[in-house]
């Protein structure tokens, strides 16, 4: 199998896992659509970067994951409570941050935990599909 096949089944595999196993990765609930969104939109940009170039670097986790909130505000405020992350403290903060800056950092934070358990199914598929040749 040539590396562009293994990264097309991957990423195939990748596009194929449910919104509930994705909340399951990112510790998180799904009580809305903007939850569903936000989980699923990690997940494709994740598997539209295997098709580009393979296993995402620790540069494009971070633009996966820095995208991912939205910019709209009311929107951002329906991601943070629909993926009921809204205890969380985020790790960026250093005080004085307005809520929605605050809901963007743990968002944010929520978007590197799913592209971090990604890159382990990643991993896992590779050697599940290197075994297969």
Known sequence: MTTTELHER???AIREIEVYELADLADVAIDNREAREFLTTIRDEYADAIDEEGQP???QAHQIADGAP???N???MLQLVGTRTYLEEPE???GGED???LAGYVLY???RRLVAALNERYDELADKLADEV
């Open 92 to 94: 960026l903060a250093t």
């Open 57 to 59: 670097d620790d540069d």
């Open 74 to 76: 009311h929107e951002r």
């Open 109 to 111: 934070e929520v978007a």
């Open 10 to 12: 991957i990423a195939k």
């Open 99 to 101: 809520i929605l800056t």
């Open 70 to 72: 939205s910019i709209w």
